[in-house]
Nanobody
Framework: QLQLVESGGGLVRPGGSLRLACGAS????????IGWFRQAPGKERGGVSC????????VSVDSGNGRFTISRDNAKNTVYLRIDSLSPKDTTVYYC??????????????????WGQGTQVTVSS
């Protein structure tokens, strides 16, 4: 069974960057869309960015102002999310999720089937 594991989170200073990774075991990511989401305490889980199985369609939330870059390396069974110009508002847990590929990926959390446990990102000076 597919298992997703996020990594790359941690403490970073405002203005810095992080690259999160979503690794998979138990199955290949080749035919899966991958989404990145984040959820602050007491708030709904919101979509950040997604990528389709071939890496040809990528969507990022408008509020990201171009700070989110998603990519995938199917040979490594891994999807990455780079976040630039981090601010304290980005502090939260980031999750990756997968679903069978469609023509375009989605930022809707209800459309995804498998989820990782999340990785904490803390932005603080």
């Amino acid at each position: 069974q597919l298992q997703l594991v996020e990594s790359g989170g941690g403490l970073v200073r405002p203005g810095g960057s992080l690259r999160l990774a979503c690794g998979a075991s138990g199955s290949t990511l080749d035919y899966l869309d991958i989404g990145w989401f984040r959820q602050a305490p007491g708030k709904e889980r919101g979509g950040v960015s997604c990528i389709d199985s071939r890496g040809s369609t990528m969507v990022s939330v408008d509020s990201g102002n171009g700070r989110f870059t998603i990519s995938r390396d199917n040979a490594k069974n891994t999807v990455y999310l780079r976040i630039d110009s981090l601010s304290p508002k980005d502090t939260t847990v980031y999750y990756c999720a997968s679903r069978t590929t469609r023509s375009i990926c989605s930022l809707g959390s209800s459309r995804y089937d498998y989820w990782g446990q999340g990785t904490q990102v803390t932005v603080s000076s």
